[in-house]
């Protein structure tokens, strides 16, 4: 039970872009950012920058890593894309309307319309981001996710204060249509709770989850031959 290769998750997020251009439901966001946070963004050593082959599944497991000029497997190449790719879903936009996907750090120029934001917040440190206009007017609905691990009912969305009602649920989008200018604030509260998921088709293993976060914890390198 060696686990997904890296570039499996590679493929998985590029189908998930996909399916998400044809049909832009929330689901596959809330799968495309369960995989950049919990696998793509650990697979690369923190100190010499090798890549990851295999991401295990088996609790205590080990996790193999490439060396320069020596380990050049199919999880080398697609590693080096992966962590060139983190802006790319944060936004999309149809034709009127922008999607806000992921909750990371960024700016956006959208040149279509001439308007420039920028998001603030250090989720998942924080349960909370920000999004500003920074430039330009205009009229477009903006399509905020409700994530599947946010509780029924426990989002809450501000602009410029006032509170935005609504009556989705969560794995959905909340449209705010309106016409937005340059000062404009966009808050939200996106409260995590820890669960537990069991492992598909291994029922003897389960996922510690806090919001869309996979939970770990540091033990020992000894090999157990459990």
């Given amino acids: 039970m060696e686990g997904p ?25 809330d799968f495309y950012e369960k995989a950049l946070y919990n696998h793509v963004l650990s697979t690369q050593h923190p100190q010499h920058g090798g890549y990851v082959y295999f991401t295990p599944a088996r609790p205590r497991h080990y996790r193999v890593y490439s060396a320069p000029n020596e380990a050049m497997w199919c999880c ?6 992966n962590h060139g790719k983190y802006g790319e879903q944060i936004y999309t936009h149809g034709k009127d309307s922008l999607f806000l996907n992921l909750f990371i750090a960024s700016e956006l120029n959208w040149k279509q319309k001439g308007i420039r934001l920028k998001q603030e917040t250090l989720f998942p ?70 669960i537990i998921e069991p492992m598909l088709h291994v029922p003897e293993y389960v996922a510690i989850m806090h919001g869309p976060i996979l939970l770990s914890a540091r033990t020992d390198t000894k090999i157990s031959e459990d």
Avoid: H
Wanted: glycine share 8%.
């Fill in 125 to 194: 440190d924080e349960a909370t981001t920000k999004l500003s206009v920074t430039g330009g007017a205009g009229r477009f609905t903006l399509m905020v996710r409700y994530p599947s691990w946010v509780k029924e009912g426990a989002l809450k969305i501000l602009v410029n204060g006032k509170q935005v009602p609504y009556q989705q649920k969560p794995s959905s989008y909340i449209a705010i249509n309106r016409s937005w200018k340059k000062g404009d604030v966009i808050q939200v509260e996106l409260p995590m709770r820890t």
């Fill in 76 to 81: 080398v190449g697609s590693g080096m894309e």
């Fill in 5 to 29: 290769e890296s570039c499996n998750t590679y493929n998985m997020l590029k189908l998930s872009q996909g399916l998400f251009r044809l049909r832009p439901e929330a689901k596959y966001m």
